[in-house]
């Protein structure tokens, strides 16, 4: 699969092989800057199982979690800096360590459009 986000505000999955859309994600209030895979794995009663998590960046200044199984509503949301016009413009997960005694945590790294880059987790 492969993940895109869009100008007309989507998030979309994309099977590679038939170059079909399997699922489409709709939340964001403006276009779509970044996407990513997280490493996050959830589990879904609804579903009945565990499915992968993706996030999205958008101009509407807010990170959007998604569960791939379902797209009937997001799962977590992240406002970005409260700063005018700060919109999402990259996003990417990382394995940071905070000290020598704690193991590895995934941290979100995200960048605005106003230069700042946050790390959230």
Do not use: P
């Amino acid at each position: 699969t492969i993940l895109s986000g869009s100008w007309d505000k989507s998030v979309r999955l994309w099977d590679i092989r038939s170059g079909q859309e399997i699922q489409e994600f709709i939340g964001h209030m403006s276009s779509v800057n970044a996407v990513e895979y997280s490493s996050f794995i959830v589990d879904n009663k609804e579903l009945g199982g565990s499915s992968n998590v993706i996030c999205s960046g958008a101009e509407d200044n807010i990170i959007r979690f998604w569960d791939v199984r379902s797209n009937k509503k997001e799962l977590y949301i992240i406002k970005g800096e409260e700063k005018e016009h700060a919109g999402i413009m990259c996003l990417k997960f990382l394995k940071l360590k905070r000290n020598s005694k704690s193991n590895n945590i995934i941290n979100l790294c995200y960048g605005s459009n106003k230069g700042s880059i946050s790390i959230w987790g």
